[in-house]
């Protein structure tokens, strides 16, 4: 009896332990369920991405114009856009007239460069036309489509889009617009373009500038350029007669003494070809070196004694810049405050690289010193700094001469050979 009485007493403490269990448990998990649901009530919503309205081109008119570009082309593979590379000129360009509506498409905007410069070459007037959206309905270069609706659309239908503007703000920095001009049907920045002004900087370093000078008088006037470019036969290009107009190297400070001295070659013609400012200055600078004579321009000009290309190196693309593009009747135009904002914009990046160039010739200016101070010596040769041009060889023993040095296949021979290379391909389709 005692004992059936203690196990009752037992079981119901342990059934009262169970359910008291059960209640927190249950209690938990609801205090839990409910923090949950609270929590989720009270966040912020994600953002649903709204659908992209589709902007309809028929209800603005299309304007023939030109822009005037400037970029600096360090950091890019050339201004061309290409297929293999994304990091051109025109690619960025392009990214930006198709965000801000100007142009569906890159291949309907009737596109056309003035100069096509290379990878590394930059900038300060390149001129390019095309066809972009329009808020005018008639006007210099407005032309309407058969399905144009324009006069439907509400809005401002006087005042013209401002390019300029727009168009930087969506720009990388090192890519401005600079202005832009309504031109005629029949204009092409290729083809309309009267002359092009390229400079060339360089310091001092042991060239004999006098020498360059001289040598570089020779390219002025009409010549046959094959000997100072890549022959681009395969392109369609078998003329190589171009007319220089000038030709001039001048200081940019008055150091004469420096081999730090910057100078600036400043080359004008009518057309240039692949790479030809590039192997007219680099055959320059092996004249200013000494390694060349001054009369090795007329010997590599005179195609009848020197047919063939003699091999060598062109100077380096980075100080190269496309800096003027002449035309006739056209008329730019600017926005003051947006020039204003061009003029900071430059200054900024000015003083960017200038900081890091000050902060370079402050290092050499102390190392010269300490070398100085070490050897007891007056002065340290020029010719003893670190190479300060291109990459030319210094004087010695086992430089070659110009015209002693392989050459490469004459015009006729690379035109024997693309015409039968087009005949294989020919008679295997």
Partial sequence: MFFSRSRDIIWTRITCAINSIRRKTMHSESTALESTVIAENTSDPKPVKKADRQFDFKLYTQ????????????????????????????????????????????????????????????????????????????????????????????????????????????????????????????????????????????????????????????????????????????GGTTNFRRRILSFDINPLDNSPSSPYQ?????????????????????????????????????????????????????????????????????????????????VSHFQALWTAQMVRATMLRRMLDSLEYSFLTGLGTPTLPSSQLAPLVTDQKSKSKSYKPMMSRQTSASLDELIDYHQSKRRRLDEED
């Fill in 262 to 342: 910057m100078h600036e070659v400043t080359i004008t013609g009518l057309a240039f070809l692949w790479h030809q400012v590039r192997c007219m200055v680099g055959v320059l600078f092996l004249i200013g070196s000494g390694l060349e004579d001054v009369m090795l321009v007329d010997k590599m000009l005179d195609i009848e004694k020197c047919p063939r290309k003699p091999q060598y190196g062109m100077a380096s693309e980075i100080p190269l810049m496309l800096f003027d593009c002449v035309f006739e009747d056209v008329n730019w135009q600017r926005d003051e405050q947006a020039h204003e904002h061009l």
């Fill in 63 to 234: 304007r023939h114009i030109a822009l005037k570009v400037a970029y600096l082309g360090w950091d890019y593979h050339g201004l061309a856009i290409q297929e293999t590379a994304d990091d051109t000129i025109e690619s960025k360009l392009f990214e930006a007239l198709k965000r801000a509506k100007l142009i569906e498409s890159h291949l309907e905007c009737k596109f056309a460069r003035c100069g096509r410069t290379d990878k590394g070459v930059s900038a300060l007037s390149q001129v390019v036309s095309l066809y972009v959206r329009s808020n005018l309905l008639e006007g210099l270069g407005v032309v309407t489509s058969t399905d144009c609706r324009a006069g439907e659309r509400k809005g401002d239908k006087t005042s013209e889009i401002q390019y300029m503007h727009i168009l930087n703000k969506l720009l990388p920095e090192d890519i401005r617009v600079l202005a832009w001009a309504p031109v005629t049907a029949d204009f092409s920045a290729r083809f309309s373009c009267l002359q092009r002004t390229y400079k060339y900087l360089f310091p001092k370093g042991s060239l004999d500038i006098s020498r360059m000078q001289a040598a570089a008088q020779k390219f002025v006037g009409e010549h046959d350029f094959r000997n100072f470019c890549k022959m681009d036969v395969a």
